[in-house]
T-cell receptor, first 116, second 112 residues
Framework: GAVVSQHPSWVICKSGTSVKIECRSL??????MFWYRQFPKQSLMLMAT?????????EQGVEKDKFLINHASLTLSTLTVTSAHPEDSSFYIC????????????FGPGTRLTVT | DAKTTQPTSMDCAEGRAANLPCNHS???????VYWYRQIHSQGPQYIIH???NNETNEMASLIITEDRKSSTLILPHATLRDTAVYYC?????????????FGTGTRLQVTL
């Protein structure tokens, strides 16, 4: 149980275009989802927290107009990188937290974004 | 959330126990100790968590000192597949606002 999927697993896009990444909790309802970014050889950095049906809360320094997060249902959250630039190239990882157990967070496999 | 300190890297021979230490001297009474690991180019994987008592599951054991200022993750019989970065994280255990803050972790290399 507690499986989180991400789609796509990797994507290459041209500078200036937008990319949408999906995060799904497959076997549980996720009241809260988190989005992280990880640059090579660095740790995960939390970008934002989203609760189903409400606006996302962004960490300091993360541009909310550039990284659009939608959490429209209890099993799906999306991250859209708008007007992507090469510096946005990174490994994007989502995690989902449900009501079962002690509010564990389960992570998706990640999406590698390359902006050319 | 309390900060944690972990060694940058460790080596362990396959079949031996891997003991990964973590210092969290500023932990507060209602904060849990969580361990995750990340195998290269994958999302982090939950391992174990605890509050004050030692915990064991099918993956590992967690030993928390009596003053809760440090803990040790034990992989009893390390295999090559345990090679990963291990993150020790302290956070509030409940509530939807309890986010995970990742430090730099310990890079465990299991060798033959």
């Amino acid at each position: 149980g507690a499986v989180v999927s991400q789609h796509p697993s990797w994507v290459i896009c041209k500078s200036g275009t937008s990319v949408k990444i999906e995060c799904r909790s497959l076997d549980f309802q996720a009241t809260t989802m988190f989005w992280y970014r990880q640059f090579p050889k660095q740790s995960l950095m939390l970008m934002a927290t989203s609760n189903e049906g409400s606006k996302a809360t962004y960490e300091q320094g993360v541009e909310k107009d550039k990284f659009l997060i939608n959490h429209a249902s209890l099993t799906l959250s999306t991250l859209t990188v708008t007007s992507a630039h090469p510096e946005d190239s990174s490994f994007y990882i989502c995690s989902a937290m449900g009501l079962a157990g002690a509010y564990e967070q389960y992570f998706g496999p990640g999406t590698r974004l390359t902006v050319t | 959330d309390a900060k944690t300190t972990q060694p940058t890297s460790m080596d362990c021979a396959e079949g031996r126990a891997a003991n990964l230490p973590c210092n969290h001297s500023t932990i507060s009474g209602n904060e849990y100790v969580y361990w995750y690991r990340q195998i290269h180019s994958q999302g982090p994987q939950y391992i174990i968590h605890g509050l004050k008592n030692n915990e064991t599951n099918e993956m590992a054991s967690l030993i928390i000192t009596e003053d809760r200022k440090s803990s040790t993750l034990i992989l009893p019989h390390a295999t090559l597949r345990d090679t990963a970065v291990y993150y020790c994280i302290v956070r509030l255990g409940t509530g939807t606002a309890s986010k995970l803050t990742f430090g730099t972790g310990t890079r465990l290399q299991v060798t033959l």
